[in-house]
Nanobody, 115 residues
């Protein structure tokens, strides 16, 4: 069983940056892919970025060129570097496997982009 704990969210002005971290309690080095998702109240959870075990990445069009996903398998941690943040990036951000496992959802971390 893997437990995922997200951190690093906060309040930031438009154009600012944040780095999110996702710490896994168990080994993730053998998984096919990890991903960051986000959900705004009243909206469906959406895939933001994913990274394979070997480091290949893929991004939602809305964040391409602004966000960077990375992973450190030795530390069992996945990161999301977010630059040039926009108000529409406001959401709760979650990490999970890709495809996600319903039982692995954590509490998420709130990102609020506002002036």
């Amino acid at each position: 069983q893997v437990r995922l704990v997200e951190s690093g969210g906060g309040l930031v002005q438009p154009g600012g940056s944040l780095t999110l971290s996702c710490a896994a309690s168990g080994s993730i080095s053998g998984r096919n892919a990890m991903a960051w998702y986000r959900q705004d109240p009243g909206k469906q959870r959406e895939l933001v970025a994913r990274i394979t075990r070997t480091g290949n990445t893929d991004y939602a069009d809305s964040v391409k060129g602004r966000f960077t996903i990375s992973r450190d398998n030795a530390k069992n941690t996945v990161y999301l570097q977010m630059n040039s943040l926009k108000p529409e990036d406001t959401a709760v951000y979650y990490c999970n496997l890709h495809p996600y496992q319903p039982s692995y959802w954590g509490q998420g971390t709130q990102v609020t982009v506002s002036s």
